[in-house]
């Protein structure tokens, strides 16, 4: 997507802001006439749905609600006959130059006298104004208002102001960055073998007992030595969830947290990835995979657990 016209090329410059000022006041439709006459059934089908009992809108002297002025215009499904070649053109000036995204902002009516059942609605719209460049929180572009002025028998009843604003999306923030482990003085070990893309298992040298999470004791039997095995990396989901809610910004839900049972009998929680989340099952064999995240703060090496190959009958990434 280019964004060169919207990008000032000097102090003040607004290039594109000034050929699109000269359309206004140039028609956007002309000759418009409404699809039905003001009508009792409209009237009383709008009144329902806004919950409005006021009695001025029905009965023999009934007037139709002032805030119907747009529904006597309104084109429809099959949409209306009549736009013209300026307000295309303008809308066209902005896609090319970027601005191709569009937001309705806000609409103002003028209301000069009541319509009534059996009034013919005629029409006509003027492209009123076109601001100069503006940045928004949606992106950078600009606010086009048209005015819709509404007659009924040649004269005036109301005006419609219905403003768009038409912009250049603003790109989407970078993710945020995945939560880094916390790493001390007990379980730096565990991390600097994942650095080295290897899976460590703390081992009591009195008892020989395997543990994980790392811990500075042994809980079989208290014993505060120990030294590491390298996991063989297989195992299989002893359990799992899927999160879906609350979303956190570094993730994208819905996705499988596993409980991984190794073949040397700890568990550890780790991503369960290569089916989606909703083919994760209790004993599919998984193995280990190191994956470096490059973030802005530095490489991440995390080790994940992937479906051993023709199992979870997945197709397509589990991600997490
Ligand atoms: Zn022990």
Same mark, same amino acid.
């Given at each position: ?117 059996? /009034? ?6 003027? &492209? %009123?104004?076109?601001? !100069? ?6 992106? $950078? =572009? ?109 993730? /994208? ?6 409980? &991984? %049972?190794?073949?040397? !009998? ?6 369960? $990835? =290569? ?46």
């Amino acid at each position: 997507m280019s964004t060169e016209g919207v990008r000032p090329t000097g102090a003040d410059s607004d290039a594109l802001g000034a050929r699109l000022k000269a359309y206004e006041g140039r028609p956007a439709a002309v000759g418009g006439v409404g699809k039905d006459p003001v009508n009792a059934p409209m009237i009383r089908h709008w009144c329902e749905a806004m919950g409005d009992t006021n009695p001025a809108y029905s009965g023999p002297d009934a007037i139709a609600p002032p805030t119907m002025l747009q529904a006597w215009t309104m084109g429809g499904l099959s949409g209306h006959e009549g736009r013209t070649g300026a307000y295309d053109e303008l809308l066209g000036l902005l896609d090319e130059s970027g601005c191709t995204s569009v937001v309705a902002t806000d609409c103002e009516q003028e209301y000069l006298r009541p319509l009534r059942p059996g /009034d013919r609605v005629t029409f006509d719209s003027v &492209i %009123e104004s076109v601001s !100069g460049r503006k940045t928004t929180k949606l992106g $950078t =572009g600009y606010f086009v208002t048209t005015r819709t002025d509404v007659r009924a028998d040649g004269g005036l009843v109301g005006r419609h102001r219905f403003r768009i604003l038409k912009y250049a999306p603003a790109r989407r923030k970078p993710p945020a960055p995945r939560p880094r482990p916390v790493v001390n003085r007990d379980n730096s070990g565990f991390w600097q073998g994942v650095a080295e893309h290897r899976l460590l298992i703390q081992r009591c040298t009195d008892c020989g007992t395997l543990r994980h999470p790392w811990l500075p004791g042994c809980n079989a039997c208290g014993c505060l030595d120990w030294d590491t095995v390298e996991a063989s990396g297989a195992g299989t989901v002893h359990s799992y969830v899927v999160m879906h809610h609350p979303p956190f910004p570094a993730f /994208d839900p819905p996705y499988a947290v596993g409980l &991984i %049972e190794l073949t040397e !009998g700890v568990r550890m929680v780790s991503n369960v $990835t =290569g089916v989606p989340y909703d083919k994760v099952r209790i004993g599919l064999p998984v193995r280990v995979e190191f994956r470096t995240y490059e973030e802005a703060e530095g490489a991440l090496v995390l080790p994940v657990f992937r479906v051993v190959e023709g199992e979870g009958e997945g197709e397509g990434e589990g991600e997490g």
